[in-house]
């Protein structure tokens, strides 16, 4: 066993926390080196995709691999430390880079990742005689709003296919099960009421958008009431990078941008751009006007500024007081977030 292979097993690599962290993506790859050991070795990390992940320790003054920690019986101090200081480095990088593998599917996981992202839920295993089986509560009443499984092909209806394949089955409106079902990753549910789920396979067949999209929905269809009247509109926390686009030339001269239309976004929702680092702070406080349809099958939002903050108004540290603790992708506000948004527009 490779000395790396516990850092890296059951890992899901998200590359937008690579990159923070200051890997440097060349022809697919991303590469990230530390020094070490007073500059005499390097960490070397490559990581290629969401799962393959390689790292070596480079010999600085002799300009070569480092074999020597690798080998069992090398035993001493100075060896000792070498062991221990890459170590170091490999779990924090991990710490900071990757998410558990939870389930069998990269899409699976994605999703997992998302919704941890998204509401602060984690999967339970409710059923004590089948503990494979998954399922994603609310939290505001703990009613299953999605249920992960493994089942043979031939379940779904798929006689030619054989094995098994990973399912996601969610809530739907009965009116959407014609259409729904007309997309060949999506199938009646299996083992659960055919007039209001459906199941999905989890095999990169349906796009991690739409995805995304019917686990909200089937979310918000099993939510309380009182939380179902004040989903619309719904504050979203968006990142903008400025050392890659310059947001800010383009809404102070416009007043308005097109914006790439990811997760559960509708017209009238409040999106709030948060400026990562090193600004860390969101910015601009925008409403969603329109909708588009661009490029073939891309979907557009047209946001319109309603306010622009400075950036000591709301900071990454208030954001955390507020339960968002970090902005890595699309997000939902917490309801204690929501309310604070609210009063500054009211402002």
Known sequence: MLFEEPFFKDKIWQKERLLDYGFKEKDGMLTFCQPFMEGRFEARIQVIGDHQASAQIWDLEMDEEYHTFRIQRA???FVGEVRESYAAILQQVVQHCTENQIFQSAQGNRLIGYVKEQFQESPDYPF???PEIATLRHAANQKWYALVTQVPWTALGELTQAGCVEVMNVKVEAGQIKELLANPAIYPAYHMSKKTWVSISLDD????EMLFDLVNNSRNLVAPKSVQSS???RYWIIPANPKRYDIDTELRSKGKILWFQKSNIKVNDVVCIYMTAPIQSIRYLCCVTETY???GDKEYMQLEVLRELTDAVFPLSQLKTLGVKAVRGPRLATQECCQALENI???
């Open 293 to 295: 349809i661009l490029q």
């Open 128 to 130: 004590t005689k089948a």
């Open 345 to 347: 527009l009211k402002e």
């Open 75 to 77: 035993v001493g101090s």
């Open 231 to 233: 989903l619309y509109p």
């Open 205 to 208: 067949r349906l796009a991690d």
